[in-house]
């Protein structure tokens, strides 16, 4: 018999789900080597990336100065296909 003082409730649990968080905007970025030149690294960012030669030029300086440079950002699927040339070229690249 239930008592009519008290009200009992059933609680639901509800599954909360988290979506990852999506980039919308992910980024190329260029490592340092000791193995490619300053105009092979100027080059391939104009060729690639569409970078003016002195924008490129100061992406190649901060790589040899700071280690790295994001050299172009955007969508992943656009992203990929130039990382895998800055690779097939000998150049150390990710998307981040």
């Not at 000791?34 to 030029?57: G, K, R, S």
């Not at 100061?58 to 969508?75: D, I």
Request: proline share 3%; hydrophobic share 35%; with cysteine.
């Amino acid at each position: 018999m239930k008592n009519p003082f008290f009200h009992y409730e059933t609680e639901t649990e509800e599954l909360v789900l988290t979506e990852e968080r999506v980039k919308e905007q992910n980024e190329i970025i260029l490592w340092n080597d000791d193995v490619n030149t300053f105009q092979f690294v100027i080059e391939t960012l104009v060729e690639l990336c569409h970078h003016t030669p002195e924008q490129a030029e100061q992406c190649a300086f901060l790589v040899h100065y700071t280690g790295k440079c994001s050299v172009k950002k955007g969508e992943y699927a656009k992203l990929c296909p130039v990382c895998e040339a800055f690779l097939d070229r000998g150049l150390s690249a990710t998307i981040e």
